[in-house]
């Protein structure tokens, strides 16, 4: 079983930044790609961000720009950098990781962005 922990979120001005983790239990070396996803309260969980194997990403036309996501495999971490913080992007911020034998999801980290 492959558990992720995230980590990183907090409370934070508009225009500050913050630096998410994503922790697995495992090697993420095999892993199809990862992900962040975010779910603001009365929507729907949406797509942020995602790296391969090989390191290419893809990022939701609402981060771009602001947004960068990158991991370390000997660490078995990914991380999401985020700047340029507007309070729209206040949600729940979630790890996924891609295997080729299943889905597993972290448990959800808090940012809340205001002033």
């Known amino acids: 079983q492959v558990q992720l922990v995230e980590s990183g979120g907090g409370l934070v001005q508009p225009g500050g930044s913050l630096r998410l983790s994503c922790a697995a239990s495992v090697t993420i070396l095999s892993t199809n790609y990862m992900g962040w996803y975010r779910q603001a309260p009365g929507k729907e969980r949406e797509f942020i961000a995602a790296?391969?194997?090989?390191?290419?990403?893809n990022y939701a036309d609402s981060v771009k720009g602001r947004f960068t996501i990158s991991r370390d495999n000997a660490k078995r971490t990914v991380y999401l950098q985020m700047n340029s913080l507007k309070p729209e992007d206040t949600a729940v911020y979630y790890c996924?990781?891609?295997?080729?034998?299943?889905?597993?999801w972290g448990q959800g980290t808090q940012v809340t962005v205001s002033s």
């Open positions: 790296i391969t194997s090989v390191g290419i990403t």
């Open positions: 996924k990781a891609s295997y080729p034998g299943g889905v597993y």
